[in-house]
């Protein structure tokens, strides 16, 4: 039997029990991770805007693109598939700034600004965070044994 690899691509939105889900190339993007590792229940959205609302129409029934809508539906996609919202862990990667761009270019820097926000408002501590720097990052987490891994240009570090 084999586990599930589910791998996302921008703006996409994933909850599984069980396997991994993985994403590449998070630059000024998000990675978030939610997960119950009790029940081996979690997800990913690899999130590139920070709100929803700058998106208009092209957003819509995309909750993973921006980081306002990807953490809420994370959650609510973790207690839909038998996750406890009290066991949750919650982990994040990207956030960069690939172009060196400043001011309303660094992208990376809004939705690193908008993730910390929405943790707040509904009150969520963050365990893992691999935030900023130059470099793209591929992001996977491991549900069946709880494992996040990050790589970028050839280093791998294993977050937890």
Known sequence: MTT???VLGIGDLAIQQGG????HALGSC???????PYRRIGGMAHAQFPDARRLGPRGEGRP????DTAVPALIAGLV???GD?????????????PTGAGGAFDIGAQNTTAFRRVCWQLGLLV??????????????????????IVSSLGTVRRLR
Not at 64 to 67: E, I, N, P, Y
Not at 127 to 148: F, K, M, N, S, W
């Open 4 to 6: 599930p690899r589910t």
């Open 20 to 23: 991994e889900v993985v994403t």
């Open 30 to 36: 998000l990675g978030i991770i939610v997960q119950d």
């Open 64 to 67: 993973g693109l921006a980081v």
């Open 80 to 82: 839909a598939a038998g």
């Open 85 to 97: 919202r009290r066991r949750m862990h919650l982990a994040v990667a990207g956030g960069g700034n």
């Open 127 to 148: 365990e893992i965070a691999d935030l900023g720097g130059r470099d793209p990052r591929t992001l996977t987490v491991e549900l069946d044994t709880g494992g996040i």
